[in-house]
């Protein structure tokens, strides 16, 4: 006997026995085997959890067995800086999924080898159907990944459930909605290149940054990407005012060359051509030259 309780009680169905080693509490045991105070209360009737003894015997309630975990969960041994919110953005699920998970257990005090259970937990690769996994780099935010693959920020948020935007990890596991091509009904595909900008395409193709933003719906003008697929829309027909001709930029064209060209002023010429900057002008542009 040990202070009026048998040390070496029999546990009954449902636990299993432990002994008390230098600095046990309930509390810590609790979460030490994925279980409350209350349950090991209760299966330790007379047992004075403030006067627990070392190599006195308890019965622990519930404690599973090694590697079991609910159906649709499976098995993770907390590390060093691990916490649910961590740990939901690392398996992609929730910190409300992980808690419904682990009754009982403290996310506030988690112990380095600890065993909990993960819900949800996707297998390394896998990704809804219309996405592709992507690993965070350096740098990486879901804006600037929606510009790269031509998607947008809710998107990428809707095919990664419980991700936080603020919170990216490189090395985590995020899924990529593919946008596919943009529709592009009588323009044309182009393929950004380095040093591209809106307004040396809209200048180029002789159309407007804004038509081409309404044609990209989500791009973000500052941050093109090498490689990304925009769709330059058709010029709109007719787009040179009355009392004006269609000219198309040849090597070596100027303002003030094809003002003497056609016997006007450059004033003339920039009046009909608002937008265009006359100091970057492209092979193949179409401009307005005024009549003489």
Same mark, same amino acid.
């Given at each position: 006997?040990?202070g ?5 009680q029999?546990?009954p169905?449902?636990t ?5 080693r ?9 979460? &030490?085997?994925? *279980?409350? !105070?209350?349950? /090991?209360? +209760? @299966? =330790?009737?007379?047992?004075? $959890? #403030? %006067?627990l ?8 309630p ?8 609910p ?9 060093a800086?691990?916490?649910f919110?961590s740990?939901?953005?690392r ?8 808690m ?12 380095i ?12 690769g896998q ?20 510009? &790269?693959?031509? *998607?947008t !920020?809710?998107a /990428?948020? +809707? @095919? =990664?459930?419980?991700?936080? $935007? #603020? %919170?990216?990890?490189?090395g985590?596991?995020i899924?990529i ?17 380095s ?15 804004a038509?081409?933003i309404q044609?990209n ?5 500052m941050?093109?990407?090498?490689g ?27 303002f ?13 010429l920039?009046q ?21």
């Amino acid at each position: 006997m040990y202070g009026g309780y048998d040390i070496y009680q029999t546990c009954p169905s449902g636990t299993q026995p432990y002994i008390i080693r230098a600095g046990d509490t309930y509390y810590s045991l609790a979460i &030490r085997f994925n *279980t409350t !105070v209350a349950a /090991i209360m +209760a @299966a =330790n009737p007379g047992v004075d $959890p #403030n %006067r627990l003894m070392i190599g006195q015997q308890i019965c622990i309630p519930g404690a599973p067995m090694p590697g079991e975990c609910p159906a649709g969960t499976q098995p993770y041994i907390i590390r060093a800086g691990d916490t649910f919110y961590s740990l939901a953005i690392r398996f992609n699920t929730t910190v409300a999924a992980i808690m419904a998970a682990n009754p009982g257990v403290d996310p506030n005090r988690l112990m380095i080898g600890q065993r909990i259970c993960i819900p949800g937990a996707p297998i390394p690769g896998q990704c809804p159907a219309g996405t592709d996994p992507y690993v965070i780099k350096a740098g990486d935010t879901i804006f600037s990944l929606a510009a &790269r693959f031509n *998607t947008t !920020v809710e998107a /990428i948020l +809707a @095919a =990664n459930p419980g991700i936080d $935007p #603020n %919170r990216l990890m490189i090395g985590q596991q995020i899924c990529i909605p593919r946008p596919g091509v943009p529709p592009c009904p009588g323009g044309q595909y182009y393929t950004i290149r380095s040093g591209d900008t809106l307004y040396a395409l809209a200048n180029r193709f002789n159309v407007t940054v804004a038509a081409i933003i309404q044609a990209n719906p989500g791009i973000d003008p500052m941050s093109l990407r090498v490689g990304q697929i925009i769709c330059i829309p058709a010029p709109a027909q007719g787009s040179c005012p009355s009392g004006t001709s269609e000219y198309t930029i040849q090597a070596g064209d100027t303002f003030f060359s094809i003002a003497r060209r056609f016997n006007i002023s450059v004033d003339s010429l920039m009046q009909a051509n608002p937008g265009v900057d006359p100091d970057a002008l492209q092979i193949g542009q179409k401009i307005c030259v005024p009549m003489a």
